[in-house]
C-alpha cells in the first residue's frame, strides 16, 4: 500500500477515536452544548478559532483547570484515534 507510512506512525481512526471520547470524554464534554459541562468540542481543532493538535494533545496528556490529566490512561493509539475523532466534529 502506497499511502502506508513506513515510519510505523499511527495516523488515527475516527471510528476508533468515537470509542475512546465516548468512554473518557463525553461526562464532560458531552455532544451538545446543553449536555456539556465543559467546552464543547465541536470546531475545537477546525473551527475559525482552532486550537493547535499540539496543544490539545498536551492538554488530553497534562489536564489543565478541571480536567484531569489523561496521559497513563489513554495509549498512543487512543490518543490519535481521539484526536482523529475529534477532527470530524
Known sequence: MLG???CGCHQGSPDAG????KKNCFG???????QAFAVPLSG???GPNKHSEAETRRMIREGKGN????GRR???HELDDLMAYIKTL
Do not use: D
Request: aromatic share 12%; charged share 5%; glycine share 4%.
Open 4 to 6: 502506508a507510512c513506513l
Open 18 to 21: 468515537a470509542v475512546v471520547f
Open 28 to 34: 464532560c464534554h458531552g455532544s451538545t452544548t446543553t
Open 44 to 46: 475545537y481543532l477546525t
Open 67 to 70: 480536567m484531569p490529566p489523561f
Open 74 to 76: 489513554l495509549s498512543r
